[in-house]
């Protein structure tokens, strides 16, 4: 069978949604003729037209506020922020208006819409182009974020998304979209938002990770594995609302955690999944709950040697992880 | 021929519009403005929280162009709009307490006093960030033509709003792809305390409608009948498939920003001037010239009006506010309860 690589995954989600549900189209830069930057679009605009697949000009302000205009009256938007390191101008329209249209009028008018945002570092993009800012949405209640780590997660969460009905910002890590590579079922399927997965059961130590980490996180546990150091791995998927049963079950039962996210460790993801465990699970845990997370400066770096400092990886964790089991 | 011959008065003809439409338009002017200084009264009289955004001086600019839209056509408004919630058709109990936070209101008490939205004639909530609703707003239309409705919007804002780079986003891409939307600009001639001159290096505001390649026009903005056919024409163009229209229409806040602000960066010869051209009163002595209106039936509609809103007063005051917990609810749909700590 035919291996189907992330980024596939996402172009057969959106034609699929597209074939399915009129309602659905898409806007971003250079999704039309150009296939996108990274080819997610590619084909669509052959076969659903520039009316459904449209071409914005540069102006992420109304790719997000538009699509929120257009979700209000019927249809059911795709936005595309070609990277996220694009996505701060269109921030009014993501927190002000995509995310609180539901609370502020009183449950009146929703917002059944999803913003993809290619994001994530370790392909040499620079300061620009490599930023990974799903925590600057995470505080956001009202949004659902979604970051997937596999080719079947992305397809099916993004069916998920499209077809639901609250407003998704939907993060792609660009180092995935060509680098995993899986079998797909034939027949349509979605995967749940709000659920996250255990990716590998262990004994010994939790580690809690998504997108690119997922996979760094599961080299890590497969090295332990060798040492006689049994890890479980939980891929969050969803980041907001966050699977707290699944990860509490697991550190329950482990009794020790490691957290492992991209971005900066202040005001993480982790942070709060951190915070969390402390607060409620306290009676359980044998050492202290432990982060590998990205380097708190600005942005991350572009020399190699740099970017690789940034990014946690494998032998970081090992390493915490060691550190953990000592304690 | 008679020694003194009066100046003719105009007839319905010179007028150009149906007596319906001018007994709509003046009804809707008297009642904003009726209800308007009822919530100023209100508020000063410590009887709901936060603050209240009148609108009274330019009520033509909201009232004009919203008469005689569909239910199913989009309000895209600001915190200013007073006028075009009423002439729309929310029902007056529910703006009276959308004002009073209570538990009839529209958000069940969630957002602010002037942030009316009632999905049913197609109004939705305006945010702060100034020109925010103009974004969302020019989406609503994108989503019309996407759907091949004729539905049209109309987005206001003020002429300080046109500042905002999300503003200009949002018309750069009506005039891209020609949207059924309609943008009405009410200069007021402060955006909270900085005059128009500080906002923009342009006299009219209606000339940002050139680099969009769509019409612009500035008009007397206390004019009713002025404002609601130029409206009414742009709004025809829109609903044909014909595109935008830019109007700026010039008129005047007679109070501060908001009830909290005692507006002293003003000159008081300023407000005089704009007082002198009071839509209301102009609208008035147009509609007894024309024989459709005597000061008898002017008091008989305003007894009508302030009967009407005295008992939606009386209906919210006696209305509960929500129950605390409702601040857990409306943040997603069904599918994602909202986590509920207990302190």
Redesign the interface.
């Known amino acids: 069978m035919k291996k189907t690589s992330f980024i596939e995954a996402i172009t057969q989600a959106l034609y699929e949604e597209m074939e399915r549900d009129e309602r659905v189209f898409m806007i971003g830069q250079d999704i039309g003729v150009y296939g996108g930057v990274f080819k997610a679009t590619k084909g669509l605009l052959d076969r659903f037209g520039a009316e459904r697949v449209i071409d914005a000009p540069i102006s992420e302000v109304y790719i997000a506020g538009g699509s929120v205009g257009a979700a209000l009256v019927g249809c059911r938007p795709v936005a595309e922020i070609q990277f996220a390191d694009f996505i701060t101008p269109s921030m009014d329209q993501i927190i002000q208006q995509m995310a609180k249209m539901r609370y502020r009028t009183g449950g009146q008018w929703s917002c059944p819409m999803t913003i993809r945002v290619c994001c994530g570092g370790d392909v040499g993009g620079g300061l620009y182009h490599s930023q990974i800012n799903e925590q600057w949405f995470f505080s956001q209640p009202g949004l659902i974020v979604l970051l997937p780590s596999t080719a079947y997660d992305a397809k099916g969460l993004l069916k998920s998304a499209i077809r639901g009905e609250d407003p998704v910002i939907f993060f792609e890590h660009k180092r995935l979209y060509r680098w995993i590579k899986e079998e797909l079922p034939d027949e349509d399927f979605t995967v749940p938002i709000g659920k996250a997965a255990i990716r590998k059961e262990g004994e010994d130590i939790t580690l809690v990770a998504y997108g690119l980490m997922a996979h760094r996180s599961m080299e890590a546990a497969a090295g332990l594995e060798k040492e006689g150091i049994s890890a479980e791995v939980i891929d969050m998927r969803t980041i907001l609302p966050w699977d707290r049963e699944t990860i509490f079950e697991s550190v329950k039962k482990t009794s020790k955690v490691v957290l492992v996210q991209e971005g900066t460790k202040t005001g993480g993801v982790m942070a709060e999944v951190g915070a969390a465990i402390a607060e409620e699970l306290f009676d359980y845990l044998d050492a202290p709950v432990s982060r590998v997370c990205g380097l708190d400066v600005p942005a991350i770096p572009f020399a190699p040697p740099m970017e690789h400092f940034f990014l946690p990886n494998a032998e970081k964790i090992t390493n915490v992880v060691k550190k953990v089991l000592e304690y | 021929m008679p020694a003194t011959k009066k100046a003719a008065k105009p007839g319905l003809k010179q007028v150009g519009l149906p007596e319906e439409t001018l007994r709509g338009l003046y009804y809707n002017l008297l009642k904003t403005r009726t209800l308007d200084e009822r919530f100023r009264k209100l508020f000063r009289q410590g009887r709901f929280a936060g603050t209240y955004f009148s609108a009274v001086g330019q009520e033509a600019t909201t009232v004009g162009p919203t008469y005689g839209l569909r239910d199913d056509d ?1 309000l ?1 408004s600001s915190h200013r709009e007073i006028g075009a919630a009423v002439t729309k058709g929310i029902p007056l109990v529910n703006i009276v307490a959308q004002v009073y936070a209570r538990a009839n ?7 602010h006093p002037c ?1 009316y ?3 049913d004639k197609g109004v ?2 305006p ?1 702060s ?1 100034l020109a ?1 609703q103009t ?10 033509k ?2 091949k409705k004729d ?1 049209v919007v109309v987005a206001f804002f003020g002429e300080g709003a046109t500042a905002r ?2 503003w200009h ?2 018309v ?2 009506a005039g ?1 792809h020609k949207l059924p939307i309609v943008y009405i600009c009410q200069n007021n001639l402060w955006a909270e305390s900085v005059p128009a001159h500080m906002q923009a290096g342009i006299e009219n505001f209606s000339d940002r409608a050139k680099a969009y390649g769509f019409p612009g026009i500035t008009i007397d903005g206390n004019d009713i009948v002025l404002v609601h056919k130029t409206a009414a024409e742009a709004i025809k163009r829109a609903r044909a498939g014909e595109g935008p229209t830019l109007i700026e229409c010039k008129t005047y806040r007679y109070y501060g920003h908001s009830e909290i602000d005692p507006a002293d960066y003003r000159r008081e010869e300023e407000i005089e001037e704009w007082k002198k051209k009071d839509t209301v009163t102009r609208a008035e002595r147009m509609m007894m010239d024309l024989g459709l209106l005597t000061d008898q039936q002017r008091e008989a509609m305003i007894e009508d009006i302030n009967h009407e809103i005295d008992e939606a007063v009386n209906i919210c005051e006696k209305e509960k506010y929500v129950e605390p917990e409702e601040a857990y ?5 069904k ?2 309860p ?2 509920r700590d207990e302190y």
């Open positions: 989009i895209a209101s529209p958000d069940k008490g969630k957002t942030h939205s009632w999905r939705f909530t945010a960030t925010g974004v969302v707003g020019t989406g609503c239309a994108m989503g019309f996407l759907q539905n780079g999300g986003e949002a750069n891409y891209i609810n409306d943040v997603y749909s599918y994602f909202v986590r």
